[in-house]
């Protein structure tokens, strides 16, 4: 089984009849809402909550009964991707550029899912750049702010055009060489004002769901 399929499919084990699901975005994230349709197909009742346009649109076709974000109070579990975890469960997510809306969902879930292949396990951050969702109006400003943090940042192109997330932000990939203080990191992005949200997710993470490479499943708690 694909390594994705595999840790995608695990991590469902973690809903009952009943609950409130964050769906998240991207290609692992998809393996898990793929099973979720099918879990739904044959009896089970949730409701489920998007990350972004592209999980709503997947959900819809798979007829998972889906809460509109404005009724949206807690939710029970969120079973999301991560670009890379490090060994104390510190995460960048952002890749698919659905960051800010994967970062309200987490923060109001009571038990936070992380689906990864072995790949994307890191001692320390770093390896992946950082997505940085900032506002256009003065993004060249915001820019220079981000690379005083020590990171080299570039701006996302996606077929030749700026990228625009469902928000109507841009992303900024900043690429730092390595990250001992996530938590510390976040703070200071985010206390920059053209920033609107970065993909560092430092201490959310309950639960991380990879594999060994071998065809089993490693959960790290």
């Given at each position: 089984?694909?390594?994705?399929?595999?840790?995608?499919?695990?991590?469902?084990?973690?809903?009952?009849?009943?609950?409130?699901?964050?769906?998240?975005?991207?290609?692992?994230?998809?393996?898990?809402?793929?099973?979720?349709?099918?879990?739904?197909?044959?009896?089970?009742?949730?409701?489920?909550?998007?990350?972004?346009?592209?999980?709503?649109?997947?959900?819809?076709?798979?007829n998972i009964p889906l809460l509109a974000i404005e009724d949206v109070v807690k939710i029970d579990v969120t079973i999301d991707g991560a670009?890379?975890?490090?060994?104390?469960?510190?995460?960048?997510?952002?890749?698919?550029?659905a960051l800010l809306r994967e970062k309200i969902i987490a923060s109001v879930t009571d038990f936070y899912v992380i689906i990864a292949d072995a790949a994307k396990g890191s001692q320390f951050l770093g390896s992946?750049?950082?997505p940085v969702e900032v506002t256009a109006f003065g993004k060249e400003i915001t820019i220079a702010q981000l690379k005083a943090l020590g990171c080299i940042p570039k701006l996302r192109y996606k077929e030749g055009e700026l990228l625009l997330t469902d928000n109507q932000n841009y992303i900024v990939d900043c690429k730092f060489e390595?990250?001992?203080?996530?938590?510390?990191?976040?703070?200071?992005?985010?206390?920059?004002?053209?920033?609107?949200e970065n993909g560092l997710f430092a201490g959310?993470?309950?639960?991380?769901?990879s594999e060994d490479g071998k065809g089993s499943t490693i959960t790290i708690d």
């Open positions: 089984m694909n390594p994705k399929q595999l840790v995608g499919e695990k991590a469902t084990t973690y809903i009952k009849d009943g609950m409130i699901v964050g769906l998240g975005t991207g290609s692992t994230a998809y393996f898990a809402i793929m099973k979720i349709g099918e879990l739904v197909k044959n009896g089970l009742s949730i409701k489920g909550v998007p990350t972004s346009k592209a999980t709503e649109e997947l959900a819809i076709s798979l670009d890379e975890f490090d060994a104390n469960k510190n995460l960048t997510k952002g890749g698919g550029a992946f750049a950082v390595k990250i001992e203080n996530p938590a510390q990191l976040s703070a200071q992005m985010n206390a920059l004002p053209g920033v609107v959310m993470a309950n639960v991380i769901i």
